[in-house]
């Protein structure tokens, strides 16, 4: 495999001592992009909230801080991410207020209708597939629920097309803005909309149900 390749599989799930390594680059590499997304969802104090693809858990700390009565759980397929993560929100975790499980998109370990809202930051362009991964974001969201997907590798980056060789080689997908709101109502949310971040290129696709 190509060093591209590698960071592309480690990216996709890290695992091994590379991917030990991988998880604290992550957090710090997606914190500002993960607060930018917080801020878009507009979590109250007593929502629940799941974040897909959680990796080291940043964001949950995050998001924990804000919902002090409600809760948060988070899900991810590397087991290594999983465990950074506990490690991460162990206080939170100890006192019940957070949850942090191995899992799918395929298949979330959550019952229906369990969070009021949701949200995957630079995960959502690994989904092999994606409408089937939003139907089941949509099962575990409760009526009106918010799902925020955020990304910095989109379609809307200027000069976009420099960038789809390396995005075929690490083994993920580029999309637009208008084809992430397409996926998002053919999975059933009847209101989508995305936003994208004046001075960067970050792009946040947002589904309510």
């Given at each position: 495999?190509?060093?591209?390749?590698?960071?592309?599989?480690?990216?996709?799930?890290?695992?091994?001592?590379?991917?030990?390594?991988?998880?604290?680059?992550?957090?710090?590499?997606?914190?500002?992009?993960?607060?930018?997304?917080?801020?878009?969802?507009?979590?109250?104090?007593?929502?629940?909230?799941?974040?897909?693809?959680?990796?080291?858990?940043?964001?949950?700390?995050?998001?924990?801080?804000?919902?002090?009565?409600?809760?948060?759980?988070?899900?991810?397929?590397?087991?290594?991410?999983?465990?950074?993560?506990?490690?991460?929100?162990?206080?939170?975790?100890?006192?019940?207020?957070?949850?942090?499980?191995?899992?799918?998109?395929?298949?979330?370990?959550?019952?229906?209708?369990?969070?009021?809202?949701?949200?995957?930051?630079?995960?959502?362009?690994?989904?092999?597939?994606?409408?089937a991964g939003l139907k089941e974001v949509h099962r575990v969201l409760r009526r009106k629920g918010l799902v925020a997907i955020a990304t910095g590798w989109s379609k809307e980056i200027p000069n976009h097309q420099k960038y789809v060789a390396m995005a075929h080689k690490m083994r993920f997908s580029l999309y637009s803005g208008p084809e992430m709101?397409?996926?998002?109502?053919?999975?059933?949310?009847?209101?989508?909309?995305?936003?994208?971040?004046?001075?960067?290129?970050?792009?946040?696709?947002?589904?309510?149900?």
């Amino acid at each position: 495999m190509t060093l591209i390749e590698i960071l592309g599989a480690q990216s996709r799930k890290p695992s091994g001592l590379l991917g030990r390594l991988m998880g604290p680059l992550m957090n710090w590499r997606h914190r500002p992009l993960s607060r930018w997304t917080i801020e878009l969802m507009n979590i109250r104090p007593d929502d629940f909230v799941l974040d897909i693809g959680c990796g080291g858990g940043t964001a949950i700390k995050e998001i924990a801080k804000i919902a002090k009565v409600g809760g948060v759980a988070g899900v991810d397929y590397s087991k290594i991410m999983v465990q950074q993560a506990l490690k991460r929100n162990a206080t939170t975790v100890q006192a019940m207020r957070v949850v942090i499980k191995y899992g799918n998109i395929s298949k979330l370990p959550f019952e229906d209708e369990s969070f009021d809202k949701a949200c995957t930051i630079e995960s959502f362009n690994f989904w092999t597939e994606p409408i089937a991964g939003l139907k089941e974001v949509h099962r575990v969201l409760r009526r009106k629920g918010l799902v925020a997907i955020a990304t910095g590798w989109s379609k809307e980056i200027p000069n976009h097309q420099k960038y789809v060789a390396m995005a075929h080689k690490m083994r993920f997908s580029l999309y637009s803005g208008p084809e992430m709101v397409e996926m998002l109502t053919a999975a059933g949310f009847p209101q989508a909309y995305f936003k994208l971040r004046a001075g960067s290129n970050w792009l946040c696709a947002i589904g309510v149900k």
